[in-house]
C-alpha cells in the first residue's frame, strides 16, 4: 500500500523558511517521479515542483528560486525548502507520486 506522510508545515512569518519532508513507503522510491502540490483556501490544487530520478527538477513559475525540493532515495524522503515565503504561499501543501496524495500539511504565512 501507497503511504505518503508530510510533516514540517506551519506558521511562519513573510520571509522566513520552512522546510517541509515526506515519508514514502509502499513503492520503489528511488525510481518514483515525485512532486509538491498545494491548495489555497477556495482554490483548486496545482503543482508545485518535481523531482525525477536523475535528480532533476522543474518548479512552478511563482516559486522558482524560492523553494528547492529534494529526495534522500536511502531514507525514502522528500523534501521541500522554502525560502522568502509569503502569504500567497498560504496552503495545503502535498506530497505526490502520480494519483497518490498524503494527507498534507498547513503552511500559513502571515505577520
Known amino acids: 500500500e501507497v503511504q505518503l506522510v508530510e510533516s514540517g508545515g506551519g506558521l511562519v512569518q513573510p520571509g522566513g523558511s520552512l522546510r517541509l519532508s515526506c515519508a514514502a513507503s509502499?513503492?520503489?522510491?528511488?525510481?518514483?517521479?515525485m512532486n509538491w502540490a498545494r491548495q489555497a483556501p477556495g482554490k483548486e490544487i496545482e503543482w508545485v515542483a518535481d523531482?525525477?530520478?536523475?535528480?532533476?527538477?522543474r518548479y512552478e513559475m511563482s516559486v522558482k528560486g524560492r523553494f528547492t525540493i529534494s529526495r534522500d532515495n536511502a531514507k525514502n524522503t522528500l523534501y521541500l525548502q522554502m525560502n522568502d515565503l509569503k502569504p500567497a504561499d498560504t496552503a495545503v501543501y502535498y506530497c505526490?507520486?502520480?494519483?497518490?496524495r498524503g494527507p498534507g500539511t498547513q503552511v500559513t504565512v502571515s505577520s
Open positions: 505526490t507520486r502520480g494519483s497518490n
Open positions: 523531482v525525477y530520478t536523475d535528480g532533476s527538477t
Open positions: 509502499g513503492f520503489p522510491f528511488s525510481k518514483a517521479i
